[in-house]
């Protein structure tokens, strides 16, 4: 089964790359070779009405939180490293958009692009840090909930180890966002939700 | 002297009037044919009486234009339509006028009891749609897909030909939910009511409109395509719900 990657990203500029599914995945996810080496490698699978889902969603609101990030550096409430907390989520952000929508173009589908959205913030969400903290923490519980349930339901192992990859990194930025204004205890058992549930929480930034 | 130049002032403006006058009748007798997307009907109507429309799927439209229709003009609802035309030289270059939205509508006793486009998965209900050939059918195809929903397609009762009839099927009670554009949902706000499909969700829906190549008053079609993409036109198409240019076809 053939793969392809997502060269541009401006919609006259999409090029694709052939690349098979180890490559791909070891590029998305970073996971290591002697896993993707495993005896389920290459069993390819058609995409479950839920690996859709997950990672059309994941996509979007990975664009939704770059333009997060972006807008919170703009707002200029943070100084330094604390900004430097936005820049690498703004850098993860793009990446995981980036690899799941890699994952999309595998399945044969067509990935949206950030322009295709209008998000829309409240009126103060960049007012104040903890105005900015607790908007963004609504955005990163909503997707660590869906990478959770994708890490436990997506139809093939690689997907899983992918999606189970993409919440430990939202896991790191709902830490450090936290650090930024109010800190809070890490919860011992975040709740894994689905992306109905997912989708309702962010659907007014969403625009 | 006086008296004379008054008088060739008064004959020329006459001569004025009537060249005028007859200007207008010619484009009252010769009115533009437009063929455009069902779902353009009402603006398209609304912003210029003066022309003679068809309104249907774009999908047929194209077809007929393909077999020779006496178009002057083609608004499409999806750029696959304008751009097979103008891959077989039938059309000038299409350009990008306007955006639209999905949504899931529902009759208003909304006896299926749908709140939300999963419950379409949840509930047995009698759905109806656009045909795969028809934009909005393919649209309606990719909203399902993207949100992991494609097995309601088993619920279909009925596939139309364009997005008015899925409309009216829905506002008459004979079936339980259907996907149209937004712009459509508002002319039959109390027979329907409205049900948001997630912006993640929502295809890329962009209309097209060319010139047809054929056309014999092609300096008149190029002037309304230029209305229509003028501050007026997009202000009529806004006003009717429609969708600003998208970014990315700027």
Request: no cysteine; aromatic share 8%.
């Amino acid at each position: 089964m053939n793969f392809y990657r997502v060269l541009g990203s401006a919609p006259n500029e999409t090029r694709l790359e052939l690349v098979n599914r180890r490559r791909f995945l070891l590029s998305s996810a970073g996971v290591s070779a002697a896993v993707l080496g495993g005896p389920w490698v290459g069993a390819a699978t058609a995409a479950s009405e839920d690996d859709l889902a997950f990672a059309n969603f994941g996509v979007s609101a990975e664009f939704l939180l770059k333009d997060f990030y972006s807008k919170a550096l703009v707002g200029k409430k943070f100084r330094g490293p604390r900004a430097n907390v936005l820049r690498q989520g703004r850098m993860a952000a793009t990446k995981h958009a980036r690899t799941l929508s890699n994952l999309l173009v595998s399945f044969g589908d067509t990935p949206p692009l950030d322009q295709d959205f209008e998000f829309a913030w409240p009126r103060r969400t960049f007012s104040s840090a903890p105005a900015t903290v607790k908007t963004g923490l609504i955005v990163l519980r909503a997707l660590l909930g869906t990478y959770q349930s994708a890490a436990a339901t997506a139809s093939v192992v690689d997907y899983r180890i992918l999606y189970a990859s993409l919440g430990a990194s939202i896991g790191e930025q709902i830490g450090a966002l936290s650090a930024l204004a109010e800190p809070v205890g890490a919860k011992s058992f975040p709740v894994a939700t689905d992306v109905e549930t997912a989708s309702a929480a962010i659907e007014t930034y969403l625009g | 002297m006086r008296n004379r130049f008054a008088a060739l002032f008064a004959i020329a403006l006459v001569a004025a009037s009537s060249l005028a006058s007859s200007a207008g009748a010619r484009r009252q007798a010769n009115p533009l044919t437009i063929y455009a997307a069902a779902s353009l009907t009402e603006v398209f109507s609304s912003f210029d009486r003066a022309q003679r429309y068809n309104f249907a799927g774009s999908n047929a439209l194209e077809t007929q234009i393909r077999n020779g229709a006496p178009a002057d003009v083609f608004a499409s609802a999806a750029p696959l339509n304008t751009q097979r035309l103008f891959q077989a030289r039938m059309v000038d270059k299409p350009v990008t006028f306007t955006s639209n939205r999905l949504v899931l509508i529902v009759p208003r006793s909304n006896p299926a009891g749908i709140h939300s486009v999963y419950d379409l998965k949840r509930k047995p209900v009698k759905l109806v749609i656009a045909g795969a050939a028809v934009p909005v059918g393919g649209y309606t195809r990719t909203v399902l897909r993207k949100m992991g929903l494609t097995s309601v397609l088993s619920k279909v009762v009925s596939q139309e030909s364009d997005v008015k009839a899925v409309t009216g099927k829905v506002a008459l009670g004979q079936a339980d939910a259907g996907f149209v554009y937004a712009t459509d949902a508002r002319p039959v706000r109390t027979q329907v009511s409205v049900i948001r499909i997630p912006a993640w969700a929502q295809p890329r829906i962009r209309y097209e409109i060319a010139v047809v190549s054929r056309s014999s008053h092609k300096a008149a079609a190029r002037a309304w395509v230029k209305k229509i993409l003028s501050p007026r036109g997009q202000r009529a198409l806004r006003n009717a719900g429609f969708l600003p240019i998208p970014k990315a076809s700027r």
